[in-house]
């Protein structure tokens, strides 16, 4: 199977052998060994997004005998291991994907009428990992528990994993407060048990 390992705080580098992995296209820095790639399609967002928002997100196989180092613009990049179990992920959040892992995109809702924004979430599932962009900094890993739910800014959120259940919270005067008034529809809510990582800027 092939493996991602992190080379630094914002380029990971993919090992295959005889075997492939799944990333965003034109992510691929450099490459050493032979190593073939092609488009897989319109990617895990198929042709939803691009209907919806005018944007697709294009991923690339990259298959052969080598190592492939990935990288979008001096973002920070996350490898996230899952073990049978289902990750929601922000799509445009995705780099890479390795392993035995099944992918279905659901369309969450706007994020403002203003900005016609869609907000996409792949669940991720089986036995793998998923490399992960964040802006501005590391990922942010926020706790979940029945006692105290999370509402997170959805231009902020990254991923989320446990048993969580999301809603959206429609009360967002709090952005009129500190000057983000621009038309954001909502928040996200989540409650139950599990973890939240988020970036530092907004999307």
């Not at 869609?118 to 528990?145: C, D, N, R």
Request: net charge neutral.
């Amino acid at each position: 199977m092939a493996q991602l390992y992190q080379t630094s705080s914002k380029v990971i580098e993919a090992h295959v052998n005889n075997t492939s992995i799944r990333a965003l296209s034109g992510s691929m820095i450099a490459y050493e060994g032979t190593i073939s790639f092609k488009s897989a399609g319109s990617g895990i967002v198929a042709g939803l997004k691009q209907r919806a928002t005018g944007e697709a997100l294009s991923l690339m196989e990259c298959q052969g005998v080598g190592r492939v180092l990935l990288a979008v613009n001096a973002q920070h990049v996350t490898i996230i291991d899952v073990n049978n179990e289902q990750l929601k992920v922000e799509s445009r959040q995705l780099l890479a994907l390795a392993g035995n892992l099944q992918t279905n995109v659901t369309f969450a809702g706007l994020r403002g009428a203003s900005s016609g924004q869609g907000l996409f979430t792949t669940v991720v599932s089986g036995q793998g990992q998923v490399a992960l962009l964040s802006a501005g900094g590391p990922l942010i890993h926020l706790e979940v528990s029945p006692q105290y739910p999370l509402v997170v800014d959805p231009d902020a959120f990254v991923c989320a994993k446990g048993n969580l259940q999301q809603s959206f919270v429609t009360d967002v005067s709090w952005r009129t407060a500190v000057g983000q008034g621009s038309g954001e529809a909502f928040s996200l809510r989540w409650e139950g048990s599990g973890l939240v990582s988020i970036q530092p800027a907004e999307r």
